[in-house]
């Protein structure tokens, strides 16, 4: 390691902490903290998340997925989610591996990374398809939807954005003049 290159920054942790934290990584359920990275630790329900998903859970590995079915944006954006499902699993491994590597690679985060070799597999299998975020702006039906997909998929969720809008909007102007 070079001491003199500008990019090298000692470590201010202690020994201890240190071996704290390698320790604690040997343990597969329980998470790290290394300056402002904190993993969180994994649960026995994490565990039924890969192996026995309960609705939209069986899509969790495309990342920020809608957890309720039953709802007006779970109901619209149910064919968005089968189209990346299909673009993005490969045809030869099983749902429950990508969600494994969800939960031990990305921390089941959108953002954090528990093991970069694990990671870079789902990223890879997946090929890089996830959905960012999805919510609603200023009324209850202006929907955003942010993917990384393929320019059809992203087509696909800007039409169901639009037409979620223009749904909503009939709606309630139907309710306003009654």
Known sequence: MNKKNKFYRK???????KAKSFGQS?????GRKKGMIHTRDL????????????????????GMIPYDKDSDIGKAM????????????PKWCPRWFLRFLEVFGND????????????????????????????????????????????HLQNLASDIEHGFYKRGEKQEENENNT
Not at 11 to 17: A, E, M, V
Not at 26 to 30: A, G, P, Q
Not at 78 to 89: G, Q, R, S, T, V
Request: hydrophobic share 40%.
């Open 78 to 89: 149910f064919p968005l989610i089968l189209a990346m499902d299909y673009e993005a699993k």
């Open 108 to 151: 089941k985060s959108i953002v954090r990374v528990r093991n970069r070799k694990l990671s870079n597999l789902h990223r890879k299998l997946t090929k890089g398809i996830l959905m960012w975020d999805y919510k609603t702006k200023w009324y209850h039906y202006d929907l955003r939807i942010s993917i990384s997909a393929p320019k």
């Open 43 to 62: 649960e026995w329900d994490d565990l039924r998340y890969i192996f026995f998903p309960k609705g939209y859970e069986k899509y969790g590995y495309l």
């Open 11 to 17: 470590d201010p942790r202690t020994f201890s902490q």
């Open 26 to 30: 040997m343990l597969f359920w329980k």
